[in-house]
């Protein structure tokens, strides 16, 4: 017993935690710091600035009640794809492929361009509404799942065929939806295309009743299941050999995978690049194999630039619509500025 | 003990390796030598549980490979492939944790860490074990694989080619220490070899294979014979008396 406490005390204990020494724990800290204000203050941004209508005035809170729709719609979809993106990067064992390569984005699109080119105009309204919602999300998670469970588990049991697979499907999908816009008329395609960029005016509040809870019943059962998925990243002879059912551990994390990003596409429509970014700049700024340091920074990195898209776009230059265009242009300039700074990936 | 019944694996039609039935006994190291193609990977990685048994039966102490669960397994043997290729950046001292993972479950306890502290000083990482492994040699590296699956604690060791890509000095220290780790520690090593000098003089027991098949299962001395060597290896085989032991030489 004193032993134990003399070497307690001993100035450098030898660990093997995932956080290195103090400096790491330093960065790591006023990282998450430093993003919970920016995601605090674009949420008092997006709650206070601008309302016209009297502070405290019934008008006041009508508009102010919208808002804090939008702001759970961030926080879900920023929730989604960050935890989606990086359990799916994990599983197959690539840092540059996002879940979207599956087609959940190429179905999306071509469900809304079916019901259009079908029923016209009308076609839009008629995928409104919670049980389409629910619709849309069951026939992305089908095609999903079968993906996974037919290549994973047959003869073929090979992550890249299942993806190149994906691939083609997804391909398939595009052009098809393609062929079906050009017989569109011009104002249907209008209409159209301001629900095929994701949008988080795209959500609607009766949705957030039902996506808030499975979003965090997903994420939490990921989040149970952090220590096998640093085992996982490892590779699949690895993880066998310290004892993981590879298999069924690789198809549970591609279902809840498939959840989260049906679910965030049937919310707010595609948002090929918002996981990818934020997975890429946890890995960068958190710096560790630990999941459960990687998916906190990677909600919060979602959120910050997800809320702060919508408040410049939306309140400051008063501009509605696509906030992946900022998306893209914010935070791909912040990955090349720190990939070129750092050097590596 | 490990035991193999008749195990089979058939890659197409016309190419199958085995079935093969032989026994690797308990304690110090058995070298698999064999010309390329024989098998001696697929073997390895199927007593190990990574490769898919089509035919036949593979115990290990007592339990059967595919039936245990592969917890269970994991606690009383480990494997280490070739290529080893992390997407994560690990420092070695994470890495070797990991080798901990079927006992604690990913929470580290200090007992945990005493054993990560071993098997990195066992293997004279103790320097080198904040530094990550991008910013290491091959031979350090390969050496911190090593020293995780010695941090598993388990009876049975399985390394496929680990000596590839090592320079003379870091073979002969790799084999010096899993020579160690089998007598100090007691562990019995099961190891692919290309080079048939180091199996003779580090080994306890070679099995030679062949197309598919074991061909012999013996001492280094009843291996290291030329008429034996020229047949496995289908080469012109010469082995004379070196200051340590036989050589083999067939150039």
Known sequence: MMFKTAEQQAPQQRHSKPITDRKHMRNYVLMMILLGVLSVGFTIGIMGYNNPAEFGSDGWWVIADMRRDSLLTIGVVALCHAMATIAFQTAVNNRIITPGIMGFGSLYTAIQTMFVYVFGMAGVTMLVGVPQFFLQMAMMMLLATALYTWLLSGKFSNVHIMLLVGVVIGGTLGSLSNFMQRMLTPSEFDVLTARLFGNISNARAEYLPYAIPIALLVTGFLWVRAHKLNVI??????????????????????????VLISMATALVGPMMFLGFLTAILAYQFADTYSHRLLFPMGFLFGYAILSGSYFILRHVWDAGGAVTVIVELIGGTVFLIFILRKGRL | MITLTDVQKDYSDSVQIGPVTTEIESGGITALVGPNGAGKSTILTMIGRLLDIDQGQITVAGHDVVNTPSKAIAKILSVLRQENHFVTRLTVR???????????????????????SEAIDFLNLTEL?????????????????????????????????????????????MMKQLRRAADELG??????????NFAAHYSDKILAMKHGQVVKHGTPEEIMRNEVLSEIFNTEVNVIDGPNGPLAVYY
């Open chain 2, 187 to 196: 562990r019995t090593i099961v190891i692919v070899l290309h080079d048939i």
């Open chain 2, 129 to 173: 074990e904040n530094r990550y492994l991008d910013q290491l040699s091959g031979g350090q590296r390969q050496r911190a694989y090593v020293a995780m699956v010695l941090a598993q604690q388990t009876d049975y060791v399985l390394l496929d080619e680990p000596l590839n890509n090592l320079d003379m000095q870091h073979a002969v220290q």
């Open chain 2, 94 to 116: 994470q890495l070797v944790g990991f080798g901990r993972f079927p006992h604690s479950g990913g929470r580290l306890t200090l007992g945990d860490e005493k054993y990560i």
């Open chain 1, 233 to 258: 990243a490892l590779g699949k002879s690895t993880a066998l050999n310290l004892g993981v059912n590879y298999k069924r551990e690789l198809i549970l994390i591609l279902a809840l995978v498939s």
